[in-house]
């Protein structure tokens, strides 16, 4: 939830067999995996910390993240699972951001 509102189902898998994902969905196939498909990603916001973890296919999904974005008025950026925590310990907000590896300003 963001703002009170629901957005999405946490824990959504673009597929189950994630390493043949870009054989077996066409569209995908000639995209590079680490720009289209960031697998048990963590999206955050400033504000609220983690609020969505899941798969997440920047190509099918950006556009959504992007209206939720403005609805909420405030960026969601898009983190590796690794660079979440560190030791068992969520990292300081700016780490985090600096970790994005895809947001809603780009």
């Known amino acids: 939830m963001l703002g009170g509102k629901p957005t999405c189902f946490s824990g959504w898998v673009v597929h189950n067999y994630k390493l ?12 590079p995996v680490d ?12 504000s609220q910390g983690n609020v969505w973890y899941g798969d997440i296919s920047i190509a099918n999904d950006g556009n959504t993240l992007r ?5 909420v008025g405030e960026p969601l950026y898009v983190l590796h699972e ?3 925590k560190v030791d068992g310990e969520v990292r300081p907000m700016d780490e985090l951001i ?4 895809w947001n809603t300003r780009l």
């Open 20 to 31: 043949w994902f870009g054989h077996t969905i066409p569209e995908y196939k000639n995209s």
């Open 35 to 46: 720009t289209t498909c960031i697998y048990n990603a963590i999206v955050v916001t400033r």
């Open 67 to 71: 209206k939720i974005a403005s609805e």
């Open 82 to 84: 690794t660079d979440y």
């Open 98 to 101: 600096s970790k994005a590896v």
